[in-house]
């Protein structure tokens, strides 16, 4: 019998290959992964300069080990190179692979903007174990880093580098922090958090060029200013890896597009993680790739499953300034905001067109909260 085989080590693979096996200890399993397989929690990359940590500080079971517990047969440091479904076989390092069944779990790269100067540079990112490892002397070496992007990552790592006497400036070309997640005075009361560490809050700016110096690199805004930085970090989003499948002749857009049970558009070709679009949404935190899996293995195993994403909460990793969100939050997607904001932490719940709560976020001591509303809309 071929084996489920798997492209991809990450956060989303080795779920799968867990929830496998709480089912089936012999169905058998390949890993076909250009990275050197480690099992690491991803969400510790968050905090791994406050912490100084090393790269091997996160890996929970190393690669060897995780292929002997869990009874798979690993090919690390292989590159896929071409999927032929009509012959469920596969091309890495020059090597014909056959499969029963195959999951594409190719995760997302950062997404560069395209500033003058930045991919030039080769700025730092920090959206898995290798890039931390290729990246840590860089990162301890800075004393002053610019971190583009001002989402939920560059937020955290903003914090997080600030926490660790870093000059942070932190660019973000929306109005405001985490703008589509959180409401106005949330997003406020963060800017001024991160502020009161330090942090040079720059929204509503962009980076016009990027130029190399002597001592580091002159980055000049759209705005006319200029500063001075040992290093640039981005965390612009990230860009779903969809170019093997898309050679492949399977269906992409945005992500990886897959049904409810996440099969792709060719029979047998499965995508989970980053790189998957389900009801045409790319769902990049942990929690969804966790149900996928859970899902996914049953279906491989043959009981096709569907997916079906429950209300989920999410804490953002900003010590200074504790933040939960649970349910729909999105901008797009609220009529309006109910806050309650006392001085040690703000309950805002969110409204649909109905009048309906279909989500909250709260901060500071308003997160004892978090689970009464998370329950709340939940049993709506």
Not at 255 to 261: F, H, M, Y
């Amino acid at each position: 019998m071929n084996p489920i085989t798997i492209i991809g080590s990450g956060f989303a693979a080795y779920q799968l290959v867990k929830s496998l096996r709480r089912s089936n200890a012999e169905v058998p399993i390949r890993i076909i992964t250009s990275d050197k397989g480690h099992d690491y929690n991803k969400p510790d990359l968050s905090h791994v300069m406050s912490k100084k940590q090393i790269a091997s500080d996160l890996i929970s079971i190393e690669a060897n080990e995780f292929a002997t517990t869990y009874n798979v047969e690993l090919c690390s440091g292989m590159t896929v190179s071409d999927i032929q479904p009509q012959q469920k076989q596969l091309l890495a390092n020059g090597q014909l692979f056959q499969y029963s069944s195959l999951v594409i779990a190719t995760g997302a790269n950062p997404f560069i903007p395209p500033i003058t100067g930045l991919k030039e540079m080769n700025p730092i990112t920090l959206n898995s174990l290798q890039e931390f490892a290729n990246y840590k002397n860089r990162l301890t070496n800075a004393q002053s880093i610019m971190v583009i992007g001002g989402g939920l990552i560059g937020v955290e790592l903003g914090m997080d580098l600030a926490l660790t006497h870093k000059t942070v400036t932190l660019v973000e070309s929306g109005s405001r922090l985490m703008g589509r997640q959180l409401p106005e005075l949330v997003s406020i009361k963060l800017s001024q958090s991160l502020m009161e560490l330090g942090v040079d809050v720059r929204s509503g700016q962009t980076v016009a060029q990027i130029l190399k110096t002597d001592s580091g690199y002159q980055v000049l805004m759209e705005n006319g200013d200029s500063l001075e930085v040992d290093d640039v970090l981005v965390c612009s989003g990230l860009a779903p890896n969809v170019a093997l499948a898309s050679s492949a002749g399977i269906t992409t857009q945005a992500g990886i597009c897959v049904d409810e049970a996440m099969q792709s558009s060719v029979a047998g070709v499965y995508a989970l993680g980053d790189c998957a679009e389900h009801s045409g949404q790319v769902r990049a935190f942990l929690q969804p790739t966790v149900i996928s899996a859970a899902a996914l293995s049953k279906t491989l195993l043959g009981e096709r499953t569907p997916v079906i994403f429950p209300s989920m909460m999410v804490k953002v990793k900003t010590p200074c300034f504790p933040i939960q969100m649970g349910g729909v939050t999105h901008q797009t997607d609220v009529s309006r905001w109910n806050l309650d904001v006392q001085d040690d932490g703000i309950v805002a719940k969110a409204f649909d067109s109905d009048n309906v709560m279909i989500g909250f976020v709260t901060t500071q001591s308003g997160t004892a909260q978090s689970f009464p509303l998370f329950r709340m809309i939940g049993s709506q």
